[in-house]
């Protein structure tokens, strides 16, 4: 399988900015070797928590919580996934993985499937 790596947490205070990179090796179709591919978090004492998915069909899929203030995107070029955090709320520090799996079962709900492939994830920390 494919290798993720995140990179990109960091500290910044409510209302600020921050950008995530998941870089992709081991496939030359990068992002469009997954038929999901996309982000997770998991805070203290919490499960692990889908954010946002991108589909091999060209759709996107965020959880309440974050719409209007994160966005996923992707650059096959450069084999990396982003995820473009604004308006940042302390209820947002969490580590944050990068999550894809090759099964078109993810479609059906992309928020809560089980994926087999995980990068080692970067903390985000939002002070208020």
């Known amino acids: 399988q494919a290798q993720l790596v995140e990179s990109g947490g960091g500290s910044v205070q409510a209302g600020g900015s921050l950008g995530l990179s998941c870089a992709i090796s081991?496939?030359?179709?990068?992002?469009?070797?997954?038929?999901?591919i996309g982000w997770f978090r998991q805070a203290p004492g919490k499960e692990r928590e889908g954010v946002a998915m991108?589909?091999?069909?060209?759709?996107?899929k965020y959880t309440d919580s974050v719409k209007g203030r994160f966005t996923v995107s992707a650059d096959n070029a450069k084999n990396t996934l982003y995820l473009q955090m604004t308006d940042l709320k302390p209820e947002d520090t969490a580590m944050y993985y990068c999550?894809?799996?090759?099964?078109?079962?993810?479609?059906?709900?992309?928020?809560?499937?089980?994926?087999?492939?995980w990068g080692q994830g970067t903390q985000v920390t939002v002070s208020s």
């Open positions: 999550a894809a799996a090759r099964s078109g079962d993810c479609r059906v709900d992309p928020l809560q499937y089980k994926y087999y492939n």
């Open positions: 991108t589909l091999n069909g060209g759709t996107t």
């Open positions: 081991g496939y030359t179709d990068g992002y469009l070797s997954y038929s999901c």
